[in-house]
């Protein structure tokens, strides 16, 4: 079975602190994915990167910035976390073609007050 | 406009009732794709179609390349199947997905 596990179900932060969301996946996918969800949104991609040190802007990517120094891990990061970035953030991985099935984590909810 | 569009937002049924859940996409696409996200947060994958109708269970997913459109059907419907599904099509090497549609399914 693919796993994608993620570091937290759960984070209050408070604005202006510096938020890291870790991703992992255990299946060898060269993509791997950060979503936010919103209600009525839908997803959203912020960043997305097919291989190690690679990484390409989704269609959020303001407020984010994303390292990808292994294969399996991928990280999230807002650099000063403000209260409309409470949301619920989801990592993702596939094989390489974005045309893929891709695997979800289980969700990070994050709230900043 | 959402490439993707979902209807309805939300449903309520009655165990036992058949259910049909709509997606209505406005690009050409390599690939469509049927999403169970249950409260709590994890989204698994139900389906990926591209062509004719797919089957698993008491799930049916079909699919018209030529409408642009999909349905999702649950027959005999459980409360277990409460859950929100999401539909989301893959194209030109991208992704884009609907809203959801938030189904409660009473016993």
């Known amino acids: 079975d693919v796993k994608v596990t993620q570091s937290s179900r759960y984070l209050v932060k408070r604005t202006g602190e510096k938020v890291f969301l870790e991703c992992v996946q255990d299946?060898?996918?060269?993509?791997m994915f950060w979503y936010r969800q919103d209600p009525g949104l839908g997803l959203r991609l912020i960043y997305f990167?097919?291989?190690?040190?690679?990484?390409e802007k989704g269609d959020i990517p303001e407020g984010y910035s994303v390292s990808r120094e292994k294969k399996e891990r991928f990280s999230l990061i807002l650099e000063s976390a403000s209260t409309n970035q409470t949301s619920m953030y989801l990592c993702?991985?596939?094989?390489?073609?974005?045309?893929?099935?891709?695997?979800f984590g289980p969700g990070t909810r994050l709230t900043v007050t | 406009k959402n490439e993707v569009e979902q209807s309805p937002q939300n449903l309520t049924a009655q165990e036992g009732e058949f259910i049909t859940i709509n997606c209505s996409y406005s690009?050409?696409?390599?690939?469509l794709h049927w999403l169970q996200q249950h409260p709590g947060g994890g989204i698994v994958s139900l389906f990926m179609?591209?062509?004719g109708k797919k089957k698993h269970g008491r799930l049916i997913a079909t699919i018209n390349i030529q409408e642009k459109h999909s349905s999702l059907h649950i027959t005999a419907s459980h409360p277990r199947d409460s859950a929100v599904y999401i539909c989301a099509v893959s194209f030109n090497n991208d992704m884009r997905f609907g809203a959801g549609t938030r189904l409660t399914v009473k016993p």
């Open positions: 993702a991985s596939s094989f390489s073609g974005r045309s893929y099935e891709q695997y």
């Open positions: 299946m060898d996918h060269e993509n």
């Open positions: 690009v050409g696409i390599s690939a």
């Open positions: 179609l591209s062509s």
């Open positions: 990167s097919y291989d190690v040190k690679m990484k």
